[in-house]
């Protein structure tokens, strides 16, 4: 019975994750999505946009997803080590990342558009969860010989 509920609340915890992903638009001010549609390829510098929003945005899309990841993680995995090493790795690699996205997007140059997309795609995709989930599973599996 536990394993039939722990499933039913990661399979919840993926539809939380599409969810984001499905109302991006109307969720989240991103003025990057409709760039990165084709308009990327021509163009020499950023649609106009308010920096600070889309860094408040970019970073509430970010925690929003990954509350939804360690919630999962937690789930899947139900040792109080892996919230603790989840939200470290989380915490750390938002700081990494935003720093990076913040310079590029105030030094951004034709040549730095796929970096953009890349970083930004981090910050705005559950990502880490499928490197975590097998990396876990992987110890869990280690641990246990």
């Known amino acids: 019975m536990k394993k039939i509920l722990s499933a039913i609340l990661v399979l919840l915890l993926v539809l939380?994750?599409?969810s984001v992903r499905y109302w991006e638009t109307t969720l989240f001010y991103d003025p990057l999505l409709v760039f990165f549609e084709g308009a990327?390829?021509?163009a020499t510098r950023l649609p106009k946009l308010d920096f600070f929003s889309l860094l408040l945005n970019i970073s509430l899309r970010y925690w929003l997803n990954s509350a939804l990841s360690i919630l999962t993680l937690v789930v899947l995995f139900p040792r109080k080590g892996i919230?603790?090493?989840?939200?470290?790795?989380?915490?750390?690699?938002?700081?990494?990342?935003?720093?990076?996205f913040?310079?590029?997007?105030?030094?951004?140059?034709?040549h730095l558009s796929?970096?953009?997309?890349?970083v930004r795609r981090f910050l705005i995709q559950p990502i880490f969860l499928l490197v975590l989930v097998p990396a876990f599973y992987y110890h869990h599996v280690l641990s246990k010989a």
């Open 83 to 100: 919230f603790k090493i989840s939200l470290l790795l989380y915490v750390a690699l938002f700081v990494l990342l935003i720093i990076g």
């Open 16 to 18: 939380g994750l599409v």
């Open 102 to 110: 913040s310079v590029i997007v105030m030094t951004y140059d034709q």
């Open 40 to 42: 990327y390829l021509n």
């Open 114 to 118: 796929m970096l953009l997309f890349y």
